[in-house]
């Protein structure tokens, strides 16, 4: 049933050899669902919703064996939305989905507009197709990486949104426990919670003795109940409705109280 229904163009923020790409490319052949994917070449983490205007993009087919020879799968040396641009108006125009990820870590509360994952997703939307984002709640201190499990949980999520009535610009943002599927709570929809990064400047010194500085950081949840951090914090796939309109409504009110449209010029 799912097959006539979705022809996926299936991308990644991590690079097309990352192991949660092919996990979830292995989960959807699986369902016999017909994955075709363009996936940036390299890692490009972070990148949020940055399209390339300066150069020209070159495609190019994934090595040999990496994917199953029945998958179509291409590498771009573009960003994540460069690769869902490219894919939906010239290599799959077919495709009805846009599935980003499995990424190797969250994407949650502040994440989501630094992602490529997500911005990946957006794109799709943007482009009129339905769309998901997945990542992987994983840690540098995590010794097993359950990919596979989440593959699984992506294409039981898609069974049933597949048919939902989901309004047409919105994408979901899945993120996923990392752990074996039977230590899965169940799934909880959340709204998009709060993570903020504390030191994001690391002051260091080249071999040079010039100064240079590490922008990272180090994130601290909000554990508010109902949102996405809190969900995963406790074991639930968190499944988040997103949306593209980030005006804050609220504010429109109080600034024509303020009175600020009677500015004459
Ligand atoms: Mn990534």
């Known amino acids: 049933m799912m097959k006539s229904l979705i022809t996926p163009l299936v991308t990644n923020d991590d690079g097309i050899y990352a192991p949660g790409i092919l996990a979830l490319t292995a989960a959807l052949e699986r369902e016999d669902l017909n994955p075709m994917v363009l996936a940036p070449d390299r890692e490009r983490s972070s990148v949020g919703h940055a399209i390339t205007l300066t150069r020209p993009l070159r495609v ?16 771009c040396d573009g960003t994540p939305s460069d690769c869902v641009v490219l894919g939906l108006d010239e290599l799959v125009p077919e495709a009805t989905w846009v599935l980003s990820g499995i990424n190797n870590g969250p994407n949650l509360g502040d994440d989501l507009t630094y992602s490529g994952t997500v911005s990946a997703a957006m794109e799709g939307v943007i482009l009129g197709r339905r769309a998901v984002a997945v990542s992987l709640d994983c840690h540098r201190d995590h010794e097993r990486l359950h990919y596979e499990a989440a593959g699984e949980i992506v294409v039981r999520l898609l069974r049933r949104v597949i048919q939902s009535s989901l309004p047409s610009g919105v994408l979901l943002n899945v993120n996923i426990p990392n752990r074996p599927l039977a230590e899965m709570k169940g799934v909880m929809v959340t709204r998009q919670g709060k993570r903020e990064y504390a030191d994001k400047v690391t002051p260091l010194t080249d071999p040079f003795g010039r100064a240079s500085y590490w922008v990272a950081g180090r994130p601290e949840d909000d554990l508010v109940e ?19 309109d980030m005006t804050h409504y609220d504010s429109m009110m109080y600034l024509r109280d303020d009175g600020i449209e009677k500015e004459t010029f």
């Open 60 to 75: 190019w087919s994934a090595i040999e064996g990496v994917y199953p020879m029945s998958i179509r799968a291409y590498c």
């Open 226 to 244: 109902g949102s996405d951090v809190w969900a995963v914090a406790h074991g639930y796939v968190s499944v988040t409705p997103i949306h593209m």
